[in-house]
């Protein structure tokens, strides 16, 4: 089942109605958890914009160079064979998400809250749920997320994750949404990807598959596809395109790549559509939008927390 809503109206600030009706809807806090690479004050502009809207926010205390942290999976023998799990490796990370919802519990006075994950923050927030409980938790909202692991046994496509998005497709909670726990995730089609050797065209028109079979709560939302960035087969093509293909060394040391096994396929520029869609779901899907606050423009170049894309996933967070 697919939802057609109107286009994305791009403006660098929220909507004067947006903003003077904030102050009579009811929205409960959120936390940001950060992506990969990312540090708190690259969601500074989410923040406010949610502040803006009436949101109560706190974003997880996380630098840059925290990330080098990983590197201690390296010594793990699961690294090496491909069987690594998301603890100890990331507790440091977990712990900073829980001080952040310990925060927000407070300013929810008893209410529950909303987690936003962007990125790798996104399945780092599902193995949080899964190690410190969710009874608290009402939404959680993920932004270009990879969600899937690798196709395992694909010629080209190397698990450089080494086994964490396998761990948390087995043993984290699987995704229901009902009004208790809202699962809903945002992927964004800023750009289609290439093969590393093709004379085609990029197809200018490439819609998203919706199994007529899926059930309702897996539902894939499209904004103006035709007005998606369509590309010739460039090497920037070529390029992301193998970055969709792959798996990121994301959580360690690189900031390119998710997976899905192909490189022709749309993506927000790291991480392909489909990757970014999470199966119980409420799955949307974004033309034009960026995956990164980084390198970002809220006109040009517009992110999933710029606050135009903002006001088209800000209702999600209301009680």
Not at 72 to 86: I, M
Not at 243 to 249: E, F, R, V
Request: aromatic share 10%; charged share 20%.
């Amino acid at each position: 089942m697919a939802l057609a809503l109107p286009p994305l109206n791009f403006k660098p600030q929220c909507s004067s109605s947006s903003s003077s009706s904030s102050s009579s809807t009811n929205y409960r806090p959120a936390v940001i958890l950060p992506g990969l690479g990312n540090n708190t004050g690259d969601y500074k502009k989410l923040e406010l914009t949610l502040q803006e809207y009436g949101v109560p926010t706190v974003v997880a205390k996380v630098s840059r160079i925290d990330w080098l942290r990983n590197a201690a999976g390296l010594v793990d023998p699961n690294y090496w064979k491909g069987t690594l799990q998301p603890r100890p490796v990331l507790d440091w990370y977990l712990k900073r998400v829980d001080d952040a919802v310990q925060e927000a519990k407070e300013l929810a006075q008893g209410g529950t809250l909303s987690l936003i994950g962007h990125s790798a923050g996104g399945w780092l927030a599902r193995v949080y749920m899964e190690e410190f409980g969710f009874s608290h938790i009402s939404l959680l909202l993920t932004l270009g997320t990879p969600h899937l692991p690798p196709p395992k046994d694909l010629q080209g496509v190397i698990d450089q994750t080494r086994g964490l998005l396998y761990y948390v497709e087995k043993h984290c909670k699987k995704a229901v949404y009902t009004p208790e726990l809202k699962y809903v995730c945002i992927a964004g089609r800023y750009l289609q990807g290439a093969r590393l050797v093709s004379d085609s065209k990029l197809d200018a028109d490439s819609v998203v598959s919706i199994d007529p079979d899926q059930p309702i709560s897996d539902v894939a939302v499209v904004k103006n596809k035709t007005d998606s960035t369509s590309v010739s087969t460039t090497f920037r093509a070529r390029f992301v395109g193998q970055g969709y293909k792959q798996i990121s060394l994301a959580y360690f040391m690189s900031m390119f790549s998710q997976v899905c096994g192909q490189a022709d396929v749309w993506g927000d520029g790291v991480v392909p559509e489909e990757s970014a869609h999470l199966e119980g779901a409420l799955n949307i899907s974004l033309d034009g939008v960026y995956h990164s606050p980084v390198g970002s423009d809220d006109v040009s170049r517009p992110w999933y927390g710029s606050s135009p894309v903002v006001e088209q996933w800000i209702h999600h967070l209301l009680n």
